[in-house]
């Protein structure tokens, strides 16, 4: 606990979480409840997972220009003007899908709210990287762990106001939330003190390119495309199970076993290499899949999910240490947006598959076996031969407190 109390203590570190926090709701909230609206208007698992996963490679696509764009002058510019541009369009695709637009316009209006999504996750994990390296580790396991919070609080919010009223509620709330946390960052003292690095004219695609960042990257994707096909699954399972209204309980449980993993996790002190803990801990979501395609009573997949999502924070943990210690000083906030681009994008073509397999033949248990055999992918990406980066790296950046 002293160790998460050091990074508290840092000056600018509640806002950081706090607002961090608020600005990643929309990335919870915004894919289920867009995928409850579009299927209450449609009646199709399908469709609603094809628009969610719009909404998400629209924000995938984006993220990593926006990124550079960031490191060359300032992510608070960059928040600034997403915090004008998301909200209005997010009304506007709202009202296309309540006003029964054609397909192809509901289509644009969720890839716009995704190109406009705020950039908070990867500014949070890029400001992050600047505190002393001595509680960097930590700082980025409560950060993991505050992020899996959000898949606990993002999904019950928006069970509770679909039941309360409907999921066009849950968007609005989502934008609400998604901008004021993405003002706090913006208007936070480190963010204020920020200083680009100066570096030489990079190639577009150095910064994915770099020792150690291919294989991060694909395992990532991997991983987040199983995580995706679990999402849709979950509130198709639900309703198999006759009670739909568990969907977001179920999905909350499991954030809450990855939030108590990621707090164990982050206590530690772990000697084996940062690429090895990031193997063990993808064999360990792996393992904490496997079963959940067998079970049909939504109460011990309540369990199930508790237990296999204790391994989720701290692969997430592991997985900010690498980028942070890959990335160079000039680029870490596109690096990180990168990684966020694996997020947004591979889950949300992971509940695409997923919405289709539920559909098919395949069912409820298709997708749950689609996302196990992708977590086992990432764990076979791990181990491809490549190129390796030198770690542990001395820290390269000035340290600017959080």
């Keep these: 606990m002293r ?16 607002a961090g926090f608020a600005g990643r709701l929309p990335s919870s909230m915004v894919p289920l409840a867009l995928l409850l609206m579009v299927q209450e208007q449609t009646g199709s698992y399908a469709i609603a997972g094809g628009v969610s996963a719009m909404y998400g490679v629209a924000t995938a696509v984006m993220a990593p220009v926006l990124g550079r764009l960031a490191d060359r002058r300032s992510p608070r510019h960059v928040l600034l003007a997403q915090s004008a541009a998301y909200p209005l369009l997010l009304t506007l695709m709202a009202a296309a899908v309540l006003g029964g637009a054609s397909l192809p316009w509901v289509f644009a209006a969720a890839a716009a709210v995704g190109a406009s999504t705020p950039l908070v996750s990867g500014t949070v994990r890029a400001l992050w990287s600047r505190v002393d390296a001595r509680v960097r580790p930590t700082a980025y396991a409560l950060d993991a762990t505050a992020t899996e919070l959000v898949f606990v609080a993002g999904p019950t919010l928006v ?3 679909t039941f ?3 999921p066009a509620v849950a968007l609005g709330v989502a934008g609400v939330l998604g901008v004021l946390g993405a003002l706090g960052v913006a208007t936070s003292a480190p963010m204020r003190a920020w200083r680009p690095v100066v570096a030489e ?15 991060i990257l694909l395992s990532g994707t991997a991983l987040m495309f199983g995580v995706g096909g679990l999402e849709v699954a979950v509130p198709a399972f639900a309703d198999d199970a006759g009670s739909p209204g568990m ?8 954030a809450l076993g990855s939030a108590g993993g990621g707090l164990w996790f982050g206590a530690r002190v772990v000697s084996a290499s940062l690429p ?25 997949l309540g369990a199930l999910l508790f237990l296999g999502g204790t391994a989720i924070a701290p692969t997430l943990t592991v997985q900010s ?18 990684l966020s681009t694996v997020t947004f994008g591979a889950s949300a073509i992971g509940a695409a598959v997923g919405g289709a397999l539920i559909e098919s033949s395949a069912g409820v248990a298709g997708s749950l076996l689609m996302a196990t055999g992708a977590a086992a992918v990432a764990v076979a990406v791990t181990l491809v031969p490549g190129r390796r980066p030198d770690l542990p790296i001395p820290p390269r950046r000035d340290v600017v407190p959080a």
Excluded at 247 to 254: E, K
């Design 164 to 166: 309360l009223t409907r």
């Design 159 to 161: 069970a509770a106001l």
């Design 247 to 254: 969907s977001g309980l179920l999905l909350a449980v499991w």
């Design 321 to 338: 240490s690498l980028v942070g210690s890959i990335a160079p000083a000039s680029a870490v906030t596109e690096a990180f947006t990168w």
């Design 3 to 18: 160790s998460y109390l050091a990074v508290w203590r840092l000056p600018s570190a509640p806002v950081l979480l706090l």
């Design 201 to 215: 004219r990079r190639r577009l695609l150095s910064t994915v390119t770099a020792p150690g960042m291919p294989r």
């Design 276 to 300: 090895r803990q990031y193997r063990w801990c993808l064999l360990g979501v792996t393992i904490g899949l496997a079963p959940l395609a067998a079970i049909s009573d939504p109460w011990v």
